[in-house]
Nanobody
Framework: QVQLVESGGGLVQPGGSLRLSCAAS????????MGWFRQAPGKEREFAAV????????YYAESVKGRFTISRDNAKNTVYLQMNSLKPEDTAVYYC??????????????????????WGQGTQVTVSS
């Protein structure tokens, strides 16, 4: 089992940047595919990015592609989400999630929040002038 704790959220002006971190407990962090999701008020939780445990493959939602970068440091048990060129529509609570499945899956699988076993508590990102 793994526990996830996000940090790095805050208030930023449009066009600005933030880097989110998600620290995981346990010694098996490298066995988890890690994703980032976000949820705006009144909206469903939506996929943002994922980095796969097996292949290191990375997938992004179209809405963040070219602006967000996901990365992981297995030695630090941490996954990051670098967010640049932020827009007001990026305002949401951001969650990291872990998938312990040993199988290699595709982007469609990883873009569904139901595919993940573990979730952090979320960190608020507000983009506003």
């Amino acid at each position: 089992q793994v526990q996830l704790v996000e940090s790095g959220g805050g208030l930023v002006q449009p066009g600005g940047s933030l880097r989110l971190s998600c620290a995981a407990s346990g010694r098996t962090f490298n066995l988890y595919t890690m994703g980032w999701f976000r949820q705006a008020p009144g909206k469903e939780r939506e996929f943002a990015a994922v980095i796969c445990r097996h292949t290191g493959s990375i997938y992004y939602a179209e809405s963040v592609k070219g602006r967000f970068t996901i990365s992981r440091d297995n030695a630090k048990n941490t996954v990051y989400l670098q967010m640049n060129s932020l827009k007001p529509e990026d305002t949401a609570v951001y969650y990291c999630a872990g998938d312990s499945s040993p199988l290699i899956r595709d982007a469609n699988y990883y873009s569904s929040h139901t595919s993940y076993d573990y979730w952090g508590q979320g960190t608020q990102v507000t983009v506003s002038s």
